[in-house]
């Protein structure tokens, strides 16, 4: 609840300085701007609130306007580094490591204040009046508030997903380390899918020789199911993870990845048996030979087995993986913040 009352201060504030500045419709404007920019809405709509504004700036200042909003935002979405910052503060905050005096609030302003508008937009302010500028300085300063608020958001959101996963696979997991660990075995759950593949393959080879295909046809077909497979790999290994670590209903979410691996299994089954019927079915020679409940019997039993192969893999693997649990900003942010905490308290 705390945090959320300082977002609302935080709001606030911004709408105290709109009206400090006395342009409402100017500031609304501004403000849209800002939060489409910030929340990756399209840039047409940006554009066009933009535009809007034009008639209270000169060309110079109109100019002016147009580069700080792209450079506010070029800014904000590299700021990798302010991100892992709030995250070790609130961090520490878990292990009861930040005195009650501080808040997030405050971690917050020391970010802003580490830099100013003048250090980097003074070079940019020739040729427009001080009214202009000031109104300018405060979009800076809007843009900036508004991406924080925005990454701590995205802080709490990422920290609760680590949590649930730590529960699931039954060890400490960051979100940075399963996608390192992922990468790693991206490789070998490619090569596992084009064998269970080949397996389908001779599976409707087999069925084929039993028909009045002809060797010609037989070989045609061959070159049609691997080109219309082979975007499957990435899709089905894709797929088939997601479902591997989601979150499903209560009370199975609450449950380890042992204990759901039987129903796990079998949605993944279902959904890769499902999209390898509707490409086997695509191709027209198949449909002509092989009956539509024979394809599906077939795909969906190769499914069964390439989702089991893929599923142990992954979680025979996994508790060996040393950087499971890595988190760069422990080694960058850690000293900066525990640095910035003790001079706001001394």
Known sequence: MKDIKEDQRDERAIRTVYMELRFPSLTSLLADVIRSKTSGNSCASTMENLALIGSYFS????????????????????STYNKMFLRQ????GMENRVPPCVS???????????????????????????????????????????????MQNEVYSELHE?????????????????DTYVTSVWPDAQQDTKIFLGYLLDDVQAILVRTEVTTIERLLLHVQFRRATEPLVDMIIESSLDILLEELEPPAHHKSLVATLG?????????????????????PGLRQHITQNVLARICFDVARNMIQSFFQNFIRCSPHFCLMDVDESLLIARDSVLSAIVKMVF
Do not use: P
């Open 59 to 78: 060309a110079d200042a109109y100019n002016l306007l147009e580069e700080l909003v792209e450079m506010t935002y070029s800014e904000c979405e590299r």
């Open 89 to 92: 503060f609130v961090l520490l």
């Open 104 to 150: 997030f609030h405050d971690m917050k302003l020391w970010l802003l204040n580490r830099s100013s508008y003048q250090e980097l937009y003074q070079d940019m302010e020739t040729g427009v009046n001080a009214s202009a500028i000031s109104i300018l300085r405060v979009v800076w300063t809007i843009a900036r508030c508004l991406h924080l608020n925005k």
């Open 162 to 178: 680590e949590k649930r996963l730590s529960h699931l696979l039954g060890r400490k997991v960051t979100l940075e380390g399963l």
């Open 263 to 283: 129903q796990r299994s079998d949605i993944a089954s279902e959904h890769t048996g499902r999209i390898l019927l509707n490409t086997l079915a695509s191709i």
